[in-house]
């Protein structure tokens, strides 16, 4: 879907007049942004594009945290004087000091005459900010041009700077009748080889994975990321929610420091020893308080936050799911659905626990969307609460 169809009849209905060049060069912009998937986390993605006599003249995106965001990336690689050119940005450019200097006090040095904006800042510290320093300038500013689908993609990032708390999207995959498992615990595998390499790349994007220690215990993975064509991707911090540290001192996830990070959250009812024993590989004990004999998931939520940690991938069994929907942290939830029938009463389903007594009382999804993937069936939706 390109933004312009996305959005044509929201510019309607508030009579801005934009031309299909706007649209053309924001496109631009918006997909120049997603390359930094997976690089520039807790920060957004953004992508910027100098336009001068209807000619890109520059482009760049923000690619790495900590680097240049993607006006100065653009701004370098102009090939020509960038005096009186439009720049096209799909977040409004910060007038801060951060890791970075601001980038609205970049555009003014550079004499930009015209800056549209695809989204402004929800960052206190940015919003209103920036368009305020350039139009005190002098420079023509055009804001919120397309915020409908940039908020979307930069969902993680929104939720994370208005809350602190990390955006969740719970994944699972099931048969046709709802299975994750055979009924002797086979799930090698349910969803096909494509459904699988997408998930990876969720990974890659994510700053976090999540399982529980029925995972660890069952299947000892390793949770790292494996992206099609030998790509480098970016192995998410491993986190295993394990109340009284039953995680296996020989499993994968407490021995592969060097592939990534492993913190093992666990109440204060966990044997010490054994934690000095998990520390002493390299990972990361962290209490967290407890509620119903059980990691307080709200609480781990706080916590990883203030670690700094945006997203995580929720791959859970079925015991963590419901908890995880119960306890309300999971934002999005994706499912993919293989042409898959396998029966038993006893095999697992995605989301366990005591459940809920009424069909009024279920979690519903919203913004659904479908997607075929080699015959298995993505949905994805929004919770709703």
Request: proline share 4%.
């Amino acid at each position: 879907m390109t933004i312009r169809g996305f959005c044509c009849f929201l510019l309607k209905a508030d009579f801005i007049l934009r031309t299909d060049q706007d649209y053309k060069y924001m496109q631009l912009a918006y997909n120049l942004a997603k390359k930094g998937c997976g690089g520039v986390n807790p920060n957004p993605l953004v992508g910027a594009v100098i336009v001068k006599d209807n000619k890109i003249i520059g482009e760049g995106y923000h690619e790495i945290f900590g680097g240049p965001h993607a006006e100065v990336n653009a701004f370098r690689s102009a090939k020509e004087s960038v005096e009186g050119a439009s720049m096209y940005v799909t977040l409004e450019p910060c007038s801060h000091y951060g890791k970075t200097p601001p980038c609205a006090q970049a555009i003014v040095d550079n004499k930009i005459a015209r800056v549209v904006i695809g989204m402004l800042d929800p960052n206190p510290l940015v919003s209103g900010r920036g368009v305020k320093l350039m139009q005190d300038a002098g420079i023509e500013v055009e804001s919120d041009f397309l915020s409908a689908e940039l908020s979307q993609m930069n969902r993680v990032f929104l939720k994370y700077i208005q809350t602190k708390l990390p955006y969740v999207i719970m994944k699972t995959a099931m048969t046709l009748d709802g299975k994750i498992a055979s009924r002797t615990g086979d799930s090698r595998w349910v969803s096909n080889e494509q459904s699988r390499a997408k998930v990876h790349e969720l990974r890659n994007e994510l700053m976090a994975i999540m399982v529980g220690v029925d995972t660890v215990i069952a299947d000892d993975p390793i949770l790292t990321t494996r992206l099609v064509g030998n790509k480098k991707g970016r192995n998410p911090i491993r986190i295993v929610v394990d109340s009284q540290a039953r995680i296996p001192l020989e499993s994968k996830l407490l021995n592969t420091p060097a592939e990534a990070k492993t913190i093992v959250a666990v109440s204060s009812k966990a044997n010490t020893e054994k934690l000095s024993r998990i520390e002493a590989k390299g990972n990361e004990v962290l209490f967290v308080d407890e509620k119903n004999g059980r990691v307080d998931l709200n609480d781990l939520m706080l916590k990883l936050g203030e670690r700094g940690i945006d997203g995580i991938l929720l791959e859970g069994g079925a015991t963590l799911n419901y908890a995880a929907l119960d306890a309300q942290i999971v934002d999005e939830v994706h499912a993919y659905i293989a042409p898959k029938i396998i029966g038993g009463q006893s095999a697992k389903t995605p989301v366990g626990g005591e459940g809920i007594e009424l069909m009024n009382d279920a979690v519903n999804l919203q913004n659904i969307r479908f997607e075929n993937i080699a015959n298995d069936i993505l949905v994805v939706g929004e919770v709703v609460y």
